[in-house]
Structures are given as C-alpha cells and as structure tokens.
T-cell receptor, first 113, second 109 residues
Framework: IAGITQAPTSQILAAGRRMTLRCTQD?????MYWYRQDLGLGLRLIHY???????GKGEVPDGYSVSRANTDDFPLTLASAVPSQTSVYFC????????????FGQGTRLTVV | GQNIDQPTEMTATEGAIVQINCTYQ??????LFWYQQHAGEAPTFLSY??LDGLEEKGRFSSFLSRSKGYSYLLLKELQMKDSASYLC??????????WGAGTKLIIKP
C-alpha cells in the first residue's frame, strides 16, 4: 500500500441496504476525513478524526457513521442507504500540522437505487 | 454562513496564462489551499498560502490577500494536461477545510 487506499472503487447499492466504505493509509497520519463530492458543490465533510480513538461530525453527518480503532483505518458506514447518498466519496488524511496538505484516496463512486 | 466563491468554468489557450480567482467568507482563517482535480480522479495539492503575498512554484503561483478575502491561482505556459478542475479551500477557525465548488479549466490548442 502506498498512500491512501479506498475500497470499493465503485458500487451500486439497493436503497435500505447497509454499506461500509473502507479507507486505509500507511503514512501514519493522525487526521483522517470523509468527504462527499456532488456535481456543482464543493467537497463536503461528513466525519473526521483528529487521532485514533476520536471522531467528530462534519457538515453533512446524517445517515453516516465512522470509527477510528487505529491510526491506519477509517471506515465509513451507511446504515440504511438512500438515493440522496449517491455521490463520490473521498477519504483523506493529513498529519495535522499547520501547513500540511490533505492526501486523498482515489474515491468511491456510490450509486443508491 | 461560510462561503467560497470561484468561477464555474474558464477557457484558455495552450501556451497562455490564466488566473483563477477565489473569494471567501469564513469564520476565521488558518490558511488557504489550492488543489487540482482531473476528471474522475482525486484532488492533489498545489499550493498553500497563510500570509499575504505571492507564492511561486514552477508554472503555478498563488496569491493571497487576507484583508480582501481573496486569492488567485496563476497558471503560466498552459499545457493540455492542465485541463482540470481547480479547487480553492480555506481552513477555518476550527481547522476544518471549507471547499469551493471548483473551477473547470478547459485548455484549447
């Protein structure tokens, strides 16, 4: 693994189903983030974690949950998918310093039907 | 509320110069980032400004004026591979990134 990896790359999901998007990084970054990106809108923060064992809500957390059991992994779960959750999901990480950028995974394209 | 404004789309010619503007209104300011995102790919970091002035990095430069809530990204000697979306993001008082919707840059031969 090099950098930050997301799985799956894409998924078609029936409404009402449960789904976990996986995110793993090998850069030992403290902070991790989940964003969704929709056409015409900026990246919107769903949940974040500043360090292992802690999580926080972002701008659009409803319908999503996260956990951060260790430094490397930050899964995002949709408990009961709805069509409005159709989006491209990006996981990102940073070491949390003043001027450090976020590194992004390649994204998961999720379609809820 | 917090707001980042960028033009939706711009067109420029290969070899030319283009300036992409970003204005922001956020609760606090702890730095401004520019990212490049090719279609279907992840955003990648281009530049960071926290103090007023110009930061130059090869063909790309980024400018910040905190008093005006304004930044621009300047791309010189445009190449076809520069066709992408350019995202402006501001880190607010909570150290969270607030993102603009991005500017789609189309380069024509």
């Amino acid at each position: 693994i090099a950098g930050i990896t997301q799985a799956p790359t894409s998924q078609i999901l029936a409404a009402g189903r449960r789904m976990t998007l996986r995110c793993t990084q090998d850069m030992r970054h403290n902070a991790m983030y989940w964003y969704r990106q929709d056409l015409g809108l900026g990246l919107r923060l769903i949940h974040y974690s500043n360090t292992a064992g802690t999580t926080g809500k972002g701008e659009v957390p409803d319908g999503y949950s996260v956990s951060r059991a260790n430094t490397d992994d930050f899964p995002l779960t949709l408990a009961s998918a709805v069509p409005s959750q159709t989006s491209v999901y990006f996981c990102a990480s940073s070491d949390g310093g003043e001027n450090t950028e976020a590194f992004f995974g390649q994204g998961t394209r999720l379609t809820v039907v | 509320g917090q707001n980042i404004d960028q033009p939706t789309e711009m067109t420029a010619t290969e070899g030319a110069i283009v300036q992409i503007n970003c204005t922001y209104q956020t609760s606090g300011f702890n730095g401004l980032f520019w990212y490049q995102q090719h279609a279907g790919e992840a955003p990648t970091f281009l530049s960071y400004n926290v103090l007023d002035g110009l930061e130059e990095k090869g063909r790309f430069s980024s400018f910040l004026s905190r008093s005006k809530g304004y930044s621009y990204l300047l791309l010189k000697e445009l190449q076809m591979k520069d066709s992408a979306s350019y995202l402006c993001a501001v880190r607010d008082s909570n150290y969270q990134l607030i993102w603009g919707a991005g500017t789609k840059l189309i380069i024509k031969p």
